[in-house]
């Protein structure tokens, strides 16, 4: 073995993994996912009013979107296993922000369809699937703490923009609204030019804990990183298929509570700029739930964190169906705990099945999923609430998916290798 590549100290305080590649990680999740997922609600009011269209149509742009995403994070996360993450990063940050300048254009449906499709095909690029790949490649231990470090921006950003840009939206209107979201995904090429490293080895170093797990004997003389898989192996295997059931049913339900609880708020008498306040609750709690499970799955192992998680976003969901009022704001809580736990969890469980080989193609597979649950989630959603008048059926198809991903998550063997090490 090569002596210039080690594995670094056990407090890890000088490892570029942690102090350059997931803080700079976290930042692009804070941006882009955080005005994909919550920021781009904000817009919605304008739209609807600007156009003269209904709820379920504007929600169709967030299918489009996810859809658009979904299929081709098949195609980026192959080419990031294969040209690498950084490349397809930038040409996914350039593809979104210039779907936000556009944002504010638009005076059609199908014009604003259009836009949506190219905000799909740059979170294609840059959103989720390639972040958790970014990251896995550094860690072997300590994984689950540094997606829950790095995912946490994503509950930021979902907290915030929601509320940033409605009240932008009522000074200054959609179209500057648009140009501030553009310019601030165009700042993020400064970091995957300058922070973001494809692999340790690049730094001389090793991924985070890679020495303890070989030496422990959890590995068996395997390669850390796993295995190369095809995506034909990746869906042969039933374990894929568990987690991929997992992620369509909570990525529904999260996108659905989310996207749609500004319209929501706004149908029983609060004001758009009251009811955004509704998302800070949902993903500050959200927030915490990243942190807790990213540190208490190292510890714990990943399955009965997991479980713990999908049963709190069950009883959130149990909650909304009640359709009380006063319910809201507690189920935004318990919703945005489990949601994060789970958020982390999904992506921790990729890696630790499969290895960081293959990753990209693994997480592109995941994404059909779960990026195609997050796609029909809120349009569904809004043809409940269209052809009902209120929420309450929609909100009971997510307490019926929920249940669905809690028992594909109790038949799932997870291995935790934190917790493998530990227990030698």
Not at 240 to 254: E, R
Request: glycine share 12%; net charge neutral.
């Amino acid at each position: 073995m090569d002596k210039a590549i080690v594995t670094p100290g056990a407090d890890g305080s000088r490892f570029y993994g942690w102090w350059a590649v997931v803080p700079a990680v976290f930042i692009i999740l804070l941006v882009s996912n955080g005005l994909t997922a919550g920021g781009i609600a904000a817009f919605d009011p304008s739209i609807i009013e600007q156009l003269g269209v209904s709820r379920a149509d504007v929600k169709l742009g967030d299918a489009i979107q996810f859809g658009v995403s979904a299929i081709l994070t098949v195609l980026t996360g192959w080419l990031a296993d294969r040209v690498g993450v950084r490349i397809v990063m930038a040409i996914g940050a350039v593809a979104l922000a210039a779907s936000f300048f556009l944002l504010g254009d638009v005076t059609s449906l199908s014009e604003y369809y259009w836009v949506r499709f190219l905000m799909g095909v740059g979170l294609a690029g840059c959103g989720l699937a390639l972040c958790v790949v970014a990251v896995s490649r550094w860690f072997v231990l300590r994984r689950g703490r540094a997606l829950g470090l790095v995912l946490a921006g994503t509950s930021i950003g979902n907290a915030l923009f929601p509320g940033l840009f409605t009240r932008l939206i009522t000074a200054k209107g959609i179209d500057a609204a648009g140009d501030v979201a553009g310019w601030m995904i165009l700042a993020l090429l400064l970091l995957l030019a300058f922070a973001l490293v494809e692999w340790p080895a690049v730094k001389g170093l090793r991924p985070y804990g890679a020495s303890e797990v070989e030496a422990s004997g959890v590995t068996a003389g395997a390669d850390v990183a796993g295995p190369e898989l095809s995506y034909g192996q990746i869906l042969a295997n039933p374990k894929f298929w568990l987690m991929g059931i997992a992620a369509f049913a909570t990525f529904y339900s999260i996108l659905a509570v989310n996207n749609n609880m500004i319209l929501h708020m706004q149908g029983l008498g609060v004001r758009p700029e009251i009811g955004s306040l509704i998302a800070m609750p949902l993903f500050f709690a959200g927030l915490i739930g990243k942190l807790a499970s990213g540190w208490l799955t190292d510890i714990y192992g990943r399955k009965p964190v997991w479980l713990i998680s999908l049963v709190l976003m069950l009883i959130a969901a149990g909650m909304l169906v009640a359709m009380n009022a006063t319910l809201v704001p507690f189920a935004a809580v318990i919703m945005g705990l489990g949601w994060g736990a789970n958020y982390t969890l999904l992506q921790a469980v990729a890696s630790d099945v499969f290895g960081t080989r293959s990753l990209g193609r693994v997480m592109g597979a995941v994404t059909v999923l779960d990026a195609g649950g997050g796609a029909i989630g809120p349009y569904i959603t809004a043809r409940f609430a269209d052809a009902s008048g209120d929420y309450q059926s929609g909100f009971l198809v997510i307490f019926v998916l929920i249940g669905l991903a809690l028992l594909c998550a109790s038949r799932l063997n997870v291995p935790t290798p934190d917790a493998q090490v530990r227990s030698r």
